[in-house]
């Protein structure tokens, strides 16, 4: 199975940060990554679907790149609604396979 | 408006049975792939099954493979998840998961899930 491993697992951040998550793949997963956002409480949301590709209704300040190995999720201007739990997922193979989790936090 | 409402969930002993259903609308329902995706209280995402969209091909994450069975009828627009021999740690929010319309294996819509607890 190809494990996701993300870093940090938590980090602070004050409004209009820019962060930005990493997620190593423990073998080439070529493009095939996608970003979920998931607020507390709430079911998880797409953001971002191969490696880079913004999904439709998703703002701007969200980007991603990547390939092979190694991916970043990059939040620009860090809004209110920013603050939440952020996870990647490969879909090169299956099984489907998810990191661990970033928790963004004030 | 895409929706999916999960339902079935409950308290059960460890050994038991449950099935948990899922009611698609306000999409083409036989049109996309289903997934069914966990999160145990307090920790991450944990992704199960997946059905294609006509139920000819289905597959399993090692944790459930031989205990679930991933199943849709398509004139009813519903995803079922047949889950035997239930043990403590299946406990968890399932979630039923569309596909993308980009892409059966990624996740468009997640329904807000049902709650199932495994214990004696």
């Known amino acids: 199975d190809i494990q996701m491993t993300q870093s940090p697992s938590s980090l602070s951040a004050s409004l209009g940060d820019r962060v930005t998550i990493a997620c190593r793949a423990s073998e080439s997963v070529d493009r095939y990554v996608n970003w979920y956002q998931q607020k507390v409480g709430k079911a998880p949301t797409l953001l971002i679907y191969a490696a880079s590709s913004l999904e439709r209704g998703v703002p701007s300040r969200f980007s991603g790149s990547g390939s092979g190995t190694y991916f970043t999720l990059t939040i620009t201007d860090l809004q209110p609604g920013d603050f939440a739990t952020y996870y990647c997922q490969q879909n090169i193979g299956l099984p489907l396979t998810f990191g661990g989790g970033t928790r963004v936090e004030i | 408006q895409v929706q999916l409402v999960e339902s079935g969930g409950g308290l059960v002993q460890p050994g038991k049975s449950l099935r948990l259903s899922c009611a698609a609308s306000?999409?083409?329902?036989?049109?996309?792939?289903m997934h069914w995706v966990r999160q145990a209280p307090g920790k991450g995402l944990e992704w199960l099954a997946v059905?294609?969209?006509?139920?000819?091909?289905?597959h399993y994450a090692d944790s459930v493979k031989g205990r679930f069975t991933i199943s849709r009828d398509n004139s009813k627009n519903t995803l079922v998840l047949q889950m035997r021999s239930l043990r403590p740690e299946d406990t968890a929010l399932y979630h039923c998961v569309r596909g993308h319309e980009s892409g059966d294996h990624f996740f468009g819509t997640w329904g807000q899930g049902t709650l199932v607890t495994v214990s004696s």
């Open positions: 306000g999409f083409t329902f036989w049109t996309h792939a």
């Open positions: 059905i294609s969209h006509d139920g000819s091909d289905e």
